[in-house]
Nanobody, 129 residues
Framework: VQLVESGGGLVQPGGSLRLSCAAS????????IGWFRQAPGKEREGVSC????????DYEDSVKGRFTISSDSAKNTVYLQMTSLKPEDTGVYYC???????????????????????WGQGTQVTVSS
């Protein structure tokens, strides 16, 4: 599966952005899809994950209540709606996919980047006044 992220940009603190992860080559319904981010000088961290077939989602503690992951099977796209953005949310955001042969929840919790084999190119999110 090939993944392309979009929707990043510059936003003021408290603002919102919606990131998109569009897939081609395979249907995302059979995958666990994770969103990860990497801030300058920091390690990549998991943000959120969805297992579409199992209707399962999970979030990193710092984004719970602010970020929402969702999917549109007709568009073969996963979204990350981000609200109440903070400067510490700044970074390059990547979506990644792993084929969930048995259970997508296995890959979503805990969310480990080494488990995911297909990655997009990333989209920059900058939260600054």
């Amino acid at each position: 599966v090939q993944l392309v992220e979009s929707g990043g940009g510059l936003v003021q603190p408290g603002g919102s952005l919606r990131l998109s992860c569009a897939a081609s080559g395979s249907t995302l319904d059979d995958y666990a899809i994770g969103w990860f981010r990497q801030a300058p000088g920091k390690e990549r961290e998991g943000v959120s994950c969805i297992s579409i077939n199992e209707h399962y989602t999970d979030y990193e503690d710092s984004v719970k209540g602010r970020f929402t992951i969702s999917s549109d099977s007709a568009k073969n796209t996963v979204y990350l709606q981000m609200t109440s953005l903070k400067p510490e949310d700044t970074g390059v955001y990547y979506c990644a996919a792993v084929r969930a042969y048995y259970s997508g929840t296995y890959y979503c919790t805990p969310l480990v980047d080494a488990d995911f084999g297909s990655w997009g190119q990333g989209t920059q999110v900058t939260v600054s006044s």
